[in-house]
């Protein structure tokens, strides 16, 4: 009986800890939803939640978790501030673009960009 309570115990703490991975958020505010999903698994119309702050990876401390080997383990970055969206590249080595345009830098982002990580194109939407 003792070995029946620890296991359920344990599935208890695993699905916990597991629950919303792939898309960490508290507050939604807009999302990324597929339009094209290159060479990964993705689904187009696949949609993502965004908090105010949106961390993009392989890695599984990110808000959206990404198994794509394409996708680093931090790969991009994106944030609102003041109404507005800013996306910026994590230092990976596929990149990240808001409408094609590189964003090494912070890049502002308006509803309806195009934010490609890797070779995910996503649509930012509301």
């Not at 960490?24 to 949609?47: A, C, I, K």
């Not at 680093?72 to 944030?79: D, G, I, P």
């Not at 912070?106 to 990580?117: S, T």
Request: aromatic share 8%.
């Amino acid at each position: 009986m003792q070995v029946v309570i620890a296991i359920t115990r344990d599935l208890r703490k695993t699905a916990a800890a597991n629950e919303g991975v792939g898309n960490r958020t508290s507050q939604v505010l807009g999302h990324l939803v597929v339009v094209d999903s290159g060479p990964s698994n993705l689904m187009p119309g696949t949609r993502f939640d965004l908090a105010p702050q949106t961390n993009i990876g392989r890695g599984p401390t990110n808000t959206i978790q990404l198994t794509d080997q394409f996708i680093s383990a931090e790969h991009t970055r994106l944030w609102l501030r003041n109404g507005t969206w800013y996306v910026q590249d994590a230092g990976s080595v596929n990149g990240s673009y808001v409408n094609n345009q590189p964003a090494r830098d912070p890049v502002p982002a308006k509803w309806g960009d195009i934010v490609r990580v890797g070779y995910i194109q996503f649509k930012l939407t509301q």
